[in-house]
């Protein structure tokens, strides 16, 4: 099997023997970052540009160094600092990018589907670096990275996804990809952060933690997007640090060998409290390294994939 | 690999050959390195880290002594990515010492065109600086591209450019042995 798409937009449209070949070509990268010099030629002479239509450190950092250990070049644009600011359609930016002949495209926007609109327009590979409240594929890919190396497997762990569902790209990549690989995935938040489509998806929905956490194996707690204050989702931070925050107390309900995750940035003391950040189960950081091991493997693939 | 057409198997070199080949091999590093205090055995993926755990083994019974063993994949490094039809897949480098200040012994099963081995060195290059590198080969079949020598040859094989040389090994299933494939030119 081989892995012949031009593009990663999502793990919606991934089968599960797709998303299993990725994170199998994704772990020799692992090693790579623990060596002293840091880099292998495979992407010498190629070009990535970093698009980021939206403020985010640890993702574009990870992606640019992803590739960079490659040895590829990369450019970084933010729209502040580029012809989007004077005015320029995303296309016309994209294309201009494909013209200075670059590979590959890494885009993060605040509008659900742009990755792919771009995708059927250019020629060169384009990787989802979150959309709107659509996906965030990488993501979930070293998140199952993480579980998979904690765990052993993925298939008929119990995991929870915990916080805002209706608008966390997070949590749709990962409840793609965890139930395509045979997780069994609840979700639990207030009633007002769930959307309308989750029998879709076959998970469990949870209004209370407590009964949300019962026995998992896997926690993923979602950041509490504070910017939504004020727009009637929450009443107050007190409020849902106090209904959903998770606590030392609450993660005793969970198994014993319980794995902590957060995608990151973490809201302390808000949806997860300090010492559970910390704790021995907590792997927020082992997520991180991950994530340049996961798009180191997907960029070689999307540069090794054959024009037919 | 699939050969389209392929003629009878012949076979030059069979497990007991094997065997005594690598059997001075192991003598010939132990002599050059003036034994094995500072070598290591690098394999490179696949069929050379079989090779190199043998070498290991044999060193362990002449010497008493265990060298460090490592395993090289040098997909990451090779010129002909762009070019290839099918996707390498890529397996781990597992190299768990320091290479720096050491007598690294490449083991490779057959030498042809050197490219593999250009591209092991670059990828020691990457993980430490050896004091040497050295090169051990089961079987030279020639037709270099580069200019490359190894410093352990198991035995010469002339085989003209079409050729398929095969080293089936134990560890994969198969009865030890090197065989000569002579292929024929697919008339089109």
Redesign the interface.
């Known amino acids: 099997m ?2 012949q798409r031009k593009d990663l937009l999502g793990l919606g449209s991934l089968t599960s023997e797709e998303i299993a070949f990725i994170l199998k ?1 994704a ?3 692992k ?1 790579i970052s623990g ?3 840091k ?4 992407l010498r002479g190629k070009t990535v540009v970093n698009l980021f239509f939206e403020p985010s450190t640890r993702t574009r950092t990870s992606f640019e160094l992803a590739a960079k250990r ?1 040895s590829a070049d990369v450019v970084n644009m933010s729209p502040s600092s580029s012809s989007v600011a004077k005015g320029e359609t995303l296309l016309d930016t994209a294309r201009n990018i494909e013209s200075m002949k670059a590979d590959m495209i890494v885009i993060r926007h605040s509008s659900a589907g742009a990755a792919e609109i771009l995708a059927r327009q250019v020629r060169l590979s384009v990787i989802n670096a979150g959309d709107g409240w659509h996906e965030h594929p990488t993501q979930a890919l070293l998140d199952l990275m993480t579980i998979q190396e904690n765990k052993g497997h993925v298939r008929d762990l119990r995991v929870a996804i915990v916080g805002d569902i209706a608008h966390s790209r997070v949590a749709r990549s990962n409840m793609h990809a965890l139930t395509k690989m045979g997780a069994k995935v609840r979700v639990a938040g207030p009633p007002t952060m769930m959307p309308p489509y989750l029998h879709r998806f076959g998970v469990e929905v949870y209004y209370h933690l407590d009964e949300a956490l019962a026995d998992v194996d896997v926690i993923i707690v979602l950041r509490l997007q504070l910017e939504r204050q004020g727009s009637s989702l929450f009443p107050s931070i007190r409020e849902y640090a106090r209904l959903y925050g998770l606590t030392a107390a609450r993660v005793k309900r969970a198994a014993r060998d319980v794995l902590i995750m957060h995608p990151g940035p973490v809201n302390r003391g808000i949806e997860i409290a300090h010492d559970v950040a910390d704790s021995e189960a907590a792997v927020i950081l082992d997520q991180v390294s991950n994530g340049v091991a996961v798009r180191m493997g997907l960029m ?2 999307l540069a ?1 994939r ?1 024009e037919s | 690999m699939v050969q389209p057409q392929r003629s009878h198997e012949l076979v030059v070199m069979d497990g007991h050959d094997m065997a005594r080949v690598l059997t001075r091999v192991a003598h010939e590093i132990l002599e050059r390195n003036k034994g094995c205090q500072n070598v290591a055995l690098v394999g490179i993926r696949t069929g050379g880290i079989y090779l190199a755990q043998r070498l290991q083994g044999l060193i362990r019974h002449i010497e008493q002594t265990d060298v460090c063993l490592g395993e090289l994949d040098i997909t990451l490094y090779r010129d002909d990515l762009a070019i290839r039809k099918n996707q390498p897949v890529l397996k781990k480098t597992d190299i768990p010492f320091d290479i720096a200040n050491r007598n690294v012994v490449l083991v490779d099963d057959v030498l042809f065109t050197g490219r593999t081995i250009r591209a092991a060195m670059d990828g020691l290059a990457d993980l430490g600086r050896p004091s040497e590198i050295q090169l051990a080969v089961l079987v030279d079949r020639g037709h270099r591209q580069l200019p490359i020598r190894a410093n352990y040859v198991g035995k010469n094989v002339p085989t003209s450019e079409d050729d398929t040389i095969r080293v089936f090994l134990e560890e994969l299933g198969e009865r030890d042995r090197v065989s000569r494939f002579t292929n024929r030119k697919t008339p089109s």
């Open positions: 081989s892995f070509a772990e020799p990268f090693e060596r002293e010099i880099k292998v030629p495979a490659l070689y693939l090794q054959r």
